[in-house]
């Protein structure tokens, strides 16, 4: 819970409870005072000797809470909003109050039309349709047929909606199931979900519409998915023109503003369009924090942001900026992943610090967060982490020039993967050759023998799929600072000097 999502209980606590000693407030405050999880200890300072009594009273508490959670954000959600007049317009005709009826379901109509919310939609035809057995039989015969003409415009309405959020619903689930290693079978896949999205007849929605938005923010999404970078960003530009010109859907729809977010960024990243993230990343910074009222997605967001701040920093060789991010707001970011995110989620938040201290030559720092990704990719069963720390951690460990420790993280990964049968050719030649270099006799040895591994990168570095690799850390230019002697900070910033 929010600091504010707590006082607002204990003071809507307070005000119902018998007196301001109830058991079910001092469990509240035992918990958020000492973070207790010792239930015999809880039982011992609320003198409680009965364990059923206890478990009732946990009971209590958590549909308190949670109650009073719906109750704070009645005006803050428009979910919750919609949710609560439906009830009062209830209440409001069983009491036969239809004057006030007709009125609360005006401003109801005009906030479902508005966010197009179908179903709310529905339900107030329903209850119009109550109210009219109220009036003459004429006036019953007109109005009913216009109500069931409308029914049945926004039962339409409603199914090319719920098409829309089916078909974003398969890509998203599609994108976690294959983290962009697809099999041959997954891209057939998205491309039969994308021509599905593009058959549906979108002419008569409005181009502003809130349909539309989401319809195009399934097609970036395929878009990204097929490689089809180009197609995504006219997609995404117009998501972000969306966005701009109907803001109050930010914060009642939030969960598509960051999808759309985090799409719009790693394509322009996938793109080497630096800047353009920038500038987009600007322009959504401003939206988000302008019109994101929830704690839970204003942390969200700023996981988004430093996330995409860190690369762009990297890809710009500011490394001095770097540094500074990293002090100032991973710890509090990390922080915010392990609240707002699941362990799967974290995982590349975690990554992208391990490169950070990698680079900073920090290698210490690096060695330590890269065996918690590690451990926690293996549990959640991340693969794309999994391989990439299994393989970037071998990077650690040879500029820490820990032999021993080399060989058998070379060893392990190795079975591991084998044992799976998820041992790719790019993370075993990569291993492999990570194995060999230490043995190398001389310098210029070692340097023969990247330069011959370099080689063998140039199909995977220049093939826009295999490139993709190279998304989370630039493999080929750490080698190639090897051959050139220079750390390889001085290697990047050299590279991007070069480009200006």
């Keep these: ?29 035992l918990i958020d005072r000492e973070q207790l999880k010792d239930e015999k200890k809880a039982l011992q300072q609320l003198g409680i000797s009965n364990p ?15 109650d009073s959670i719906v109750f704070m954000k009645r005006n803050e959600d428009i979910n919750v909003q919609l949710s609560f007049i439906i009830i009062q317009l209830d209440q409001l005709l069983e009491k036969k109050l239809l004057h006030f009826a007709r009125r609360l379901l005006k401003k109801a109509w005009e906030l479902a039309e ?10 107030l035809l329903q209850m119009q349709n109550r109210m009219l057995d109220y009036k003459s039989y004429k006036e019953y015969k007109t109005e009913a047929i216009d109500i069931t003409a409308q029914m049945r415009e926004t039962l339409q ?3 090319l909606q719920q098409q829309v959020y089916f078909h974003f619903e398969q890509l998203q689930v599609l994108k976690k199931i294959s983290l962009l290693r697809f099999t041959d079978e997954q891209v057939e896949e998205v491309k039969a979900i994308h021509n599905s999205l593009l058959s549906l007849n979108m002419d008569s929605r409005r181009p502003n519409s809130w349909t539309m938005a989401l319809y195009h923010n399934a097609l970036a999404l395929g878009e990204y998915m097929l490689f089809r970078f180009a197609e995504c960003r006219q997609y995404s530009a117009r998501l972000l023109e969306f ?33 353009e993230v920038a500038h987009d990343l600007n322009t959504y910074q401003r939206l988000a924090d302008l019109h994101i009222k929830n704690e839970f997605y204003q942390k969200q967001w700023q996981i988004i942001s430093f996330n995409t701040t860190l690369k762009i920093h990297h890809k710009t060789a500011r490394y001095d900026k770097v540094g500074m991010l990293i002090d100032d707001a991973a710890k509090k970011i990390l922080q915010h992943a392990q609240q707002v995110t699941s362990p799967s989620e974290t995982l590349p938040i975690m990554t992208s610090v391990a490169i950070s201290y990698f680079v900073l030559n920090k290698w210490q720092d690096a060695d330590e967060i890269l065996l918690e990704c590690k451990t926690l990719s293996r549990e959640v069963n991340r693969e794309d982490i999994m391989l990439f720390t299994l393989v970037f951690h071998l990077l650690v460990l040879y500029e820490k020039k820990e032999w021993y420790r080399l060989d058998n993280a070379v060893e392990a990964a190795y079975h591991l993967l084998y044992s799976r049968k998820k041992l790719h050719p790019f993370e075993k030649e990569l291993m492999l050759f990570l194995k060999r270099l230490p043995t190398a006799r001389s310098k210029n040895s070692a340097v023969e023998l990247i330069q011959g591994f370099l080689t063998k990168l140039e199909s995977y570095k220049n093939d826009p799929v295999k490139n993709l690799y190279f998304l989370y850390f630039n493999y080929y230019g750490w ?9 390889y900070m001085e290697y990047m910033q050299r590279k991007v000097a070069n480009t200006l």
């Design 52 to 66: 059923a009594q206890f478990s009732s009273l946990k009971n209590y508490l958590t549909k308190d809470v949670l």
């Design 114 to 123: 508005y966010f197009e919310h179908f179903d709310v939609q529905l339900q």
């Design 479 to 487: 080698l190639e600072s090897k051959v050139i002697g220079i750390p």
């Design 1 to 29: 819970m929010s600091g504010n999502e707590k006082s607002y209980y204990k003071k809507l606590a307070k005000r119902h409870a018998a007196n301001n000693n109830s058991l079910h407030l001092r469990l509240f405050d």
């Design 157 to 159: 309405q409603q199914h």
């Design 243 to 275: 966005w701009k010109n109907n803001p109050t859907f930010i914060n009642a729809y939030p969960i598509y503003f960051l999808s759309a977010a985090n799409t719009t960024f790693y394509n322009s990243f996938a793109m080497q369009e630096v800047e």
